[in-house]
Nanobody, 124 residues
Framework: QVQLVESGGGLVQAGGSLRLSCAAS????????MGWFRQAPGKEREFVAG????????FIVDSVKGRFTISRDNAKNTVYLQMNSLRPEDTAIYYC?????????????????WGQGTQVTISS
């Protein structure tokens, strides 16, 4: 089992940047596929990005491609979401999640463990 805690959210102006972090507990972090999701008010949760356990493969959904980057540091048990050129429509609660299955990094499904989320608000 793994426990996840997100941080790094906040209020920024459109065009700005934020880096979200997700710290995981446990010594098996490096075995998990990791993902980032977001949920805007009144909308369903949306898959944003995924990365394989070793960090060799990453996936970004089209709506944020070119602006967001996912990475991980297994020595620090942490996964990151670098968000640049932020837009008001990026406003949401952002969640990180962990999956045992490798293909989850592109499918956005099969994630078993979730953090509590961090609020990201982009002002226009």
């Amino acid at each position: 089992q793994v426990q996840l805690v997100e941080s790094g959210g906040g209020l920024v102006q459109a065009g700005g940047s934020l880096r979200l972090s997700c710290a995981a507990s446990g010594r098996t972090f490096s075995t998990y596929t990791m993902g980032w999701f977001r949920q805007a008010p009144g909308k369903e949760r949306e898959f944003v990005a995924g990365i394989t356990s070793g960090g060799g493969n990453a996936f970004i959904v089209d709506s944020v491609k070119g602006r967001f980057t996912i990475s991980r540091d297994n020595a620090k048990n942490t996964v990151y979401l670098q968000m640049n050129s932020l837009r008001p429509e990026d406003t949401a609660i952002y969640y990180c999640a962990a999956a045992l299955g490798r293909l989850a990094y592109t499918r956005g499904s099969g994630f078993d463990y979730w953090g509590q989320g961090t609020q990201v608000t982009i002002s226009s």
